[in-house]
């Protein structure tokens, strides 16, 4: 059975960092293009960034470009987002999810909430 | 403002038929296939249709895609109380270099 599994979440200020992980099980993670989903509470869905299964296409929406980094260990099956120069917009449940196809298993959702 | 275009809002009563549209542009739906996702409140989205009009395994025959130029349709029939849901279709997006969702749509069981 996959299991996608987020953790990091939490509270954070304006201009901070966060870094969000994501344990992967039941299947070949290494070989698994893996991507981050947003959705603001109440909202729609948006994608945020994808890796392709040896790290070499990453790629961004552009209201993250320059901000946010995904990135994975194969060795630990684990991928991770890395998010600098958080602004209030980022504010809202963060979804680590399985491609091929996009949406083939979801996790439970990460809240970030951006806040003074 | 999603660059696919759904209906905010879809209703039906049991056993009935309905469907769900989702209007694009060249750059996605145009060229590129539409996946489905439904997601009952409070809970993550799951696949319900990809590439167009295939099912995962799991996935009811009483729910089909369909696409046709740059516009893409979900229907569901022998419509359920459990298919209250809001259901979502998503497509890569050539131009954006990006994949792109619908803002979604709320389906209510009468």
């Known amino acids: 059975e996959v299991q996608l599994v987020e953790s990091g979440g939490g509270l954070v200020q304006p201009g901070g960092s966060l870094r969000l992980s994501c344990a992967a099980s039941g299947f070949t993670f290494s070989t698994s293009w893996m991507h981050w989903v947003r959705q603001v509470p109440g909202k729609g869905l948006v994608w945020v960034s994808h890796?392709?299964?040896?790290?070499?296409?990453?790629m961004y929406a552009d209201s993250v470009k320059g901000r946010f980094t995904v990135s994975r260990d194969n060795a630990r099956n684990i991928l991770y987002l890395q998010m600098n120069s958080l602004r209030d917009e980022d504010t809202a449940v963060y979804y680590c999810?399985?491609?091929?196809?996009?949406?083939?298993?979801w996790g439970q959702g990460t809240l970030i909430t951006v806040s003074s | 403002q999603s660059v696919l275009t759904q209906p905010p809002s879809a209703s039906g009563t049991p056993g009935q038929r309905v469907t769900i549209s989702c209007s694009g542009s060249s750059s996605n739906i145009g060229s590129k296939t539409v996946n489905w996702y439904q997601q009952v409140p409070g809970t993550a989205p799951k696949l319900l249709i990809y590439n167009n009009n295939q099912r995962p395994s799991g996935v009811p025959d009483r729910f089909s895609g369909s696409k046709s130029g740059t516009s893409a349709s979900l229907a569901i029939s022998g419509l359920r109380s459990e298919d209250e849901a809001g259901y979502y279709c998503a497509a890569w997006d050539v131009t954006l270099s990006g994949w792109v969702f619908g803002g979604g749509t709320k389906l209510t069981v009468l």
């Open positions: 999810v399985k491609g091929g196809p996009l949406g083939d298993s």
């Open positions: 890796i392709n299964g040896d790290a070499s296409d990453t």
